[in-house]
């Protein structure tokens, strides 16, 4: 009998979206992440600046994912999502024949992500420019329909209202078929109006 296929599962949203706070959810729930990468939780354990840090973390990042891809290892990762690299992951896990999943959370307007990040500084975390936030929000968001057309399986999770219990996924997809659950935040809607009419 065939195994399983391996999958690889991509956590992004804009910083101060709720990625971390997603990721402790589904493991709460039992969810598989596989190999878990997450470069927030690799550059803590690094010395230096924090800008050396932070790009040392995204070289081990890539070159665990690589690692897992090549030898066709389940795992997931937390992204920003700002840049088309990251999901060439998952094209070119795809092709390899893992499935594809990309679970991707935002909120109703950078202004909330710059204030949930200033949070976190307040509480020991760390710490992103407010001019990239804003930045890679926009950017971020602009990506999210060639992401969703690498998934095999897309949640979007609206975390405007910030509690754990309000993360609400209202849209599911999953191998072409959509799933809906309004109200459908403003921020999501020009994604996807490639797949449905809103």
Not at 78 to 88: D, G, I, L, R, Y
Request: with cysteine; glycine share 6%; net charge positive.
């Amino acid at each position: 009998m065939a195994s399983d296929p391996p999958f690889v599962l991509m956590i992004a949203g804009p910083n101060g979206s709720g990625k971390t706070t997603l990721t402790t959810q589904l493991r709460a729930d039992g969810v598989d992440l596989g190999h878990y990468i997450n470069p927030d939780e690799i550059a803590k354990a690094l010395s230096g600046s924090y800008e050396d840090r932070v790009r040392a973390a995204q070289g081990i990042a890539a070159a665990e994912r690589q690692t897992c891809v090549r030898e066709r290892r389940s795992f997931s990762f937390e992204t920003v999502m700002s840049h088309p690299s990251k999901f060439e992951v998952l094209r070119e896990a795809r092709a390899l024949g893992f499935r594809t999943a990309l679970y991707f959370v935002a909120t109703e307007s950078p202004s909330l992500n710059v204030a949930r990040v200033a949070q976190r500084v307040r509480l020991g975390g760390h710490d992103v420019p407010e001019d990239r936030i804003r930045q890679r929000y926009v950017r971020t968001l602009d990506l999210l329909p060639q992401a969703l057309d690498q998934a095999d399986l897309a949640v979007l999770f609206d975390n405007t209202h910030g509690a754990p219990a309000l993360l609400r996924p209202f849209c599911d997809l999953t191998n072409g078929k959509i799933t809906l659950a309004p109200p459908i935040p403003d921020w999501a809607r020009p994604a996807l109006r490639h797949l449905v009419p809103l």
